[in-house]
């Protein structure tokens, strides 16, 4: 006589293994951190829809721009708007200093975003957001973000939940123009820190800068504290 499958059974089963996968990409991500921690790499989130003649997109280029010329790899999520406009900046900036410099582009599947930009060197795919945003942590040093919509505000948010957490290694938060971003800030001070839900120190990582070269400033302060720590340990770090 034969018994209906037990899909109590065969839930658990499931649950284990993917447990058990879960944990081994832990393992490999861990080890492959190892490969990646002698490179400085800057990550820049912004808005998908915004347009070449806005002005954002041609402070975003010029960012990307200057990353190159100085040989830093700039990560974006690769596709268009203001991750294209990082991405076209580094290629631009390396072909005038004769840099390195790579530009990653970081994408993931979705029905409105069908192809990455032009403007890539180095592509990595992802069908999730939790793999996609643990491949920018993993990859970066720095985090900047541009004007944005509510993706944009995930990748602020997860960056900075892992840094209040200790997950990840400290690194700057450049939010960069202020007329967008100060409002958000001053809504955490008065809400969430006067209310005793985030701590005063959690802001700490924030900077709201106004121009690429002042985000470049704060890049470039951050770089000689990986240099330094980099150097301490036996070897400069790699561009």
């Not at 993931?108 to 999730?128: A, C, G």
């Not at 955490?188 to 002042?214: A, H, N």
């Amino acid at each position: 006589m034969s018994s209906k499958p037990d899909k109590g059974a065969r839930r658990r089963r499931l649950t284990e293994r993917l447990e058990a996968l879960r944990e081994r990409a832990f393992l490999l991500e861990q080890e492959l951190k190892t490969y990646t921690k002698d490179y400085f790499r800057v990550c820049i989130f912004g808005s998908a829809r915004i347009k070449p003649e806005d002005e954002i997109y041609q402070m975003t280029h010029e960012l990307g721009r200057l990353l190159g010329h100085d040989g830093i790899d700039v990560l974006t999520g690769g596709g268009p708007g203001l991750m294209e406009a990082a991405n076209k900046g580094v290629l631009l900036g390396k072909e005038q200093s004769g840099s390195k410099s790579k530009s990653f582009g970081i994408s993931i599947e979705l029905p409105f975003e069908k192809d990455d930009n032009e403007h890539l060197d180095i592509k990595h795919h992802h069908r999730r957001f939790s793999s996609r945003l643990d491949d920018f942590m993993r990859l970066s040093n720095a985090i900047v973000c541009m004007p944005g919509g509510i993706g944009t505000l995930l990748e602020l948010y997860f960056s900075w939940q892992l840094l209040q957490v200790g997950h990840m290694a400290d690194r700057p938060i450049i939010l960069l123009q202020r007329s967008f971003w100060e409002g958000l800030i001053e809504w955490t001070k008065d809400i969430q820190v006067e209310g005793g839900l985030v701590s005063p120190g959690d802001l700490r990582w924030v900077t709201i800068v106004d121009s690429p070269q002042e985000a470049m400033k704060v890049i470039s302060e951050h770089y000689q504290h990986f240099s330094e720590r980099k150097e301490a340990l036996g070897g400069p770090p790699k561009l």
